[in-house]
């Protein structure tokens, strides 16, 4: 077993705590959206009652609060992996036998897509908002004058 120069260890494993904090914003921006899509949907929701004074339907299953839910879920889950990975490539290059590995990252990048493609429906097919309701002193057609 070849021993690296102590600086080149040190390198390397500053790199990997970069690589560890760069896992960790993600997984606080992953709960942030999460926190903010719940939230949001929910803002809108109790919008529509106050405007129009009835409830609007929701799906059960595909709604922006479950979507929220599980962005919340998804980033905790990366604060555990992103603290596993960085212990393993750890004593990885503390035995100088460092193997990078790929399937993280590309499970990664398949379930941020899944969860934005997700996130375009609930945003194109929400029910719009309708305008507010018209004075009760305005009139409100044509009928109406004519009687």
Known sequence: MIKTPKVDRQREHQANERTFLAWLRTSIALIGFGFAIARF???????????????????????????????????????????????????????????????GVWLMTGIVMILGLLSIPLLLLRNHLPSRPSSPLQPQSRDFEQH
């Open 41 to 103: 949907g929910l803002f809108l929701r109790q919008l529509n009652f106050a405007i129009t004074q009835k409830e609007t339907p929701v799906n059960p299953w595909f709604n922006s609060e479950n979507l929220g839910i599980f962005l919340v879920v998804f980033g905790v889950i990366t604060i555990g992996l992103a603290a596993w990975r960085y212990n393993q490539v750890f004593w990885q290059i503390e035995r100088s036998d460092y193997q990078p590995q790929r399937w």
